[in-house]
């Protein structure tokens, strides 16, 4: 097989991987079938699987817009190609920048692409009953990103404080939250302290709300932004009365 073939391909023909893929955009689909003109329509990207059937990795929105518009048939550049390559294309396709894909639906693709460190980041999530979400409720995080990074930095590190935390508030709302979480974090550098501190938090009934409104109000008495997360470590000590002039 050639590297790449040039076709019109019937829209029934095409498949979506949810696996990597966003989300559709259904309002956007709105917007642009308004304005919708033939001539403008772009080629879209997909891989040809060994079983020969097609997935789109780069245009399903194009895709949509033809499908919502009438077309049968799309032009489309076919690569040899499978599950995997398809998540790496993806990623490379979209990276940090307007209307690109979020840090979530990347750790998403980064799984399906095989990535290690994705693949390390979601064993800790499954494996304390956490999933990634946009809200702050128990047992979902928004902080995915910085969970990858601190996993990278020291993984064993994370581990701990993933135990701190759904030791002491696993079914609490914020638990998870970028600012919990980081002040946990950096307490968790000193294994002693850590101890004592998840100790002081449990005698004294610390939870995830009082962290987050003690360090949003520490950060908004230095006028400084950033909801408390350069401070979460001061103010889970001083909750839990740890904390050392």
Known sequence: MNAFQLEMVNVNLIQVDHSYQRPLDVKRIDRLKRAYNRGACKAISLSRRVDGSLWVYDGQHTLALAVASGEMVVPA???????????RWFLLMNGSGVSKATVRERHSASLTAGDEVAKGVDDLLKRFGVTPGKNLIAGSTTAIGSITGWFKCDSARLERVFGFIHGLWKSEDGAWSQIVMRGVWDIAS????LEQVYLGAKKHKVTPRRVLDSAAAMQGATGVPGGGSGVSAIAIRKLSRTFKK
């Open 190 to 193: 000193n294994i002693d302290e």
């Open 77 to 87: 550049v076919i690569v040899p190609g499978d599950r995997e390559k398809e998540a």
